[in-house]
């Protein structure tokens, strides 16, 4: 009966056993395989810390150049909208995510442990 039955007897596939379709989209014969680039995010979220001590470091030193500021604000927002500037361009977009990933990881870790030592006080 499951020979006429064209959706298959119990336990059996439909029509002669072979899937409707291959199990992965074929790709274009002769072509490698893309490489992953999952090492540029890895990348971005190692420079993350050494970027924000070095941003820090230049604006602290920028803040005895100018002594009104404005030096040390244009440069900490320069260094704060330089990944999302790097998120355009695709040879950067990569390594930016892993900054903001980054910069988000630390700002975390520190509202933690700044909660930690306000809590402290009482």
Known sequence: MSEQNPYGGPGQPPGDGQPPYPAYPPGPPGVPPQRSDRWKIWLGIA???????????????????????????????A?????????????????????????????????????ALLSSYN
């Open 47 to 77: 420079l993350a810390i050494p970027a924000l001590l070095a941003s820090g470091f230049v604006t602290g030193a920028a803040g005895f150049i100018d002594d009104s500021g404005g030096l040390s604000a244009i440069l900490g927002l």
């Open 79 to 115: 260094c704060f909208v330089a990944p999302i500037v790097m998120l355009f361009f695709r040879a950067t977009r990569k390594v930016a995510i892993g900054l903001l990933i980054g910069y988000a990881v630390i700002l975390v870790l520190f509202a933690g442990a700044c909660i």
